[in-house]
């Protein structure tokens, strides 16, 4: 349910309330009783695959500059008002989405709002700021660039988005981030933080009128209209991505395409992806690492997205090792397809997600990212019941036409380690 112009919703089963202002920012609560604190996030419908060439990396930018200042308050103040709530406060960018977020004393709510209303509506970017900060993401790039299985991932995200708007690092690079200008981050943050395509997301110890009076008093000036996103369809082409380097342990990520945020499948993916790499149970685990004792780390994930997605698999093992590795992540993948899981595989899988949900969702902060990258995504709201409701329905037939239908798909491969950039590609397909 939905409401405008100050109306208000009730969802009974998920005890959520929802209320667009006139301007169209949503504001979204969930109370939480026997708790004094709250979690609150500012979500703006803007990230990575959004930025022009000549914005590369923007978005994160724009994430360390908006805790440098406003019109009317200094970096200083913000940070050390912040502090005086013994509040905690950080923001984080994706390839769609930047939430900015602090979670504090009840009794400190309508200071944290006034903090992030000064952020997100009225950032100074002053040059000196711009510039000194400039070099705090260089660093950034460079200690991303040092740690191995970072870089695994983003090799094997460029891989497997190559020529999609997804294809671009959240980072940025050092030469994008060098040349960026003021005029380049103020027409970007004027383009892209815009009322309509932001939410305000609240959980904890709250009361849903209290907050909408919050937000009206310190956000009601906000306005701009709603942006939009360069959608396509990603190219299925095989690709190997490989940085060569004198390391004692190769770093792996092998997967390929895989389903979008909304597609109806996600629930059986969900319980695909755990029996494969997603627990001390799982099928990788068990070959690679408790019996054959190859890697320490292995684990496969999934990366949904509004027009596209990925799976992947990681794991880290000593150079010699690696294609004997890479043989038995897609032996395991190819006995997927073919057999799909068996009952036990499935009961146990369920009964890992009703546990990891039920503990995911105990503090306010974790609730309020749930309920704003819903809201912002425009993805179905549920409650655990329902979430476990329909994992619960997820039958082995299911799973196993999402592993025949997603993971046989032409796939991509990104690597760290003493190798050519020719290497592995027979383990594309």
Excluded at 234 to 260: D, F, M, Y
Excluded at 353 to 362: D, N, V
Aim: contains cysteine.
């Amino acid at each position: 349910m939905r409401s405008v112009g100050g109306n208000r919703s009730y969802h009974p089963s998920m005890h959520f309330e929802l209320t667009t202002l006139p301007s169209g920012l949503r504001v979204i609560t969930e109370p939480m009783a026997g708790i004094r604190s709250a979690a609150v996030g500012c979500w703006v419908d803007t990230g990575t695959r959004d930025e022009a060439a000549s914005e590369a990396g923007a978005s994160h930018f724009l994430e360390h500059l908006l805790f440098k200042g406003s019109e009317h308050l200094s970096a200083r103040e913000i940070s050390e008002r912040f502090d005086a709530m013994g509040a905690q406060s950080n923001a984080f960018t994706s390839k769609d989405y930047t939430c900015f977020w602090a979670r504090l004393l009840d009794d400190d709510l309508e200071e944290g709002f006034e903090l992030l209303a000064e952020m997100m509506q009225r950032p100074a970017l002053r040059s000196e700021e711009i510039d000194s900060e400039r070099q705090v993401v260089i660093e950034e790039i460079n200690m991303n660039e040092d740690d191995p299985g970072d870089l695994a991932h983003e090799e094997f995200f460029q891989a497997v988005f190559a020529g999609h708007p997804l294809e671009r690092p959240v980072l940025g690079t050092r030469e994008s981030i060098t040349d960026m200008t003021r005029e380049a981050l103020v027409g970007y943050w004027k383009r892209r933080y815009q009322a309509r395509s932001a939410v305000l997301a609240v959980a904890g110890s709250v009361d849903h009128s209290e907050v909408v009076d919050l937000a009206t008093r310190h956000f009601g000036a906000w306005d701009g209209d709603e942006v939009g996103h360069e959608f396509a369809a990603v190219p299925q082409l095989p690709h190997v991505r490989v940085v060569k380097r004198s390391t004692e342990q190769a770093h792996l990520v092998i997967g390929g395409s895989g389903l979008k945020r909304g597609d109806e499948r996600r629930f059986a993916f969900e319980v695909l992806n755990h029996v494969l790499g997603g627990g001390l149970s799982s099928r990788l685990f068990r070959s690679i690492r408790e019996e054959r004792g190859l890697a320490y780390a292995v684990y496969s994930f999934r990366a949904p997205y509004a027009d596209a997605g990925a799976w992947g698999v990681y794991a880290g093992t000593t150079p010699s090792q690696a294609r004997t590795v890479l043989e038995l992540i897609r032996g395991e993948i190819d006995d997927l397809i073919d057999g799909g899981v068996t009952v036990d595989e499935l009961d146990r899988a369920k009964g890992n997600m009703r546990g990891g949900m039920a503990l995911a969702l105990e503090d306010p902060n974790s609730r309020m990212v749930r309920l704003g990258r819903d809201e912002l995504t425009r993805m179905e709201h549920l409650s655990v019941d329902e979430k476990i409701d329909r994992i619960e329905a997820v039958t082995p037939a299911e799973v196993h036409e999402v592993a025949a239908t997603v993971l046989g798909k032409i796939k991509a491969i990104g690597a760290v380690g003493p190798f050519e950039g020719t290497e592995f590609e027979e383990f594309l397909t």
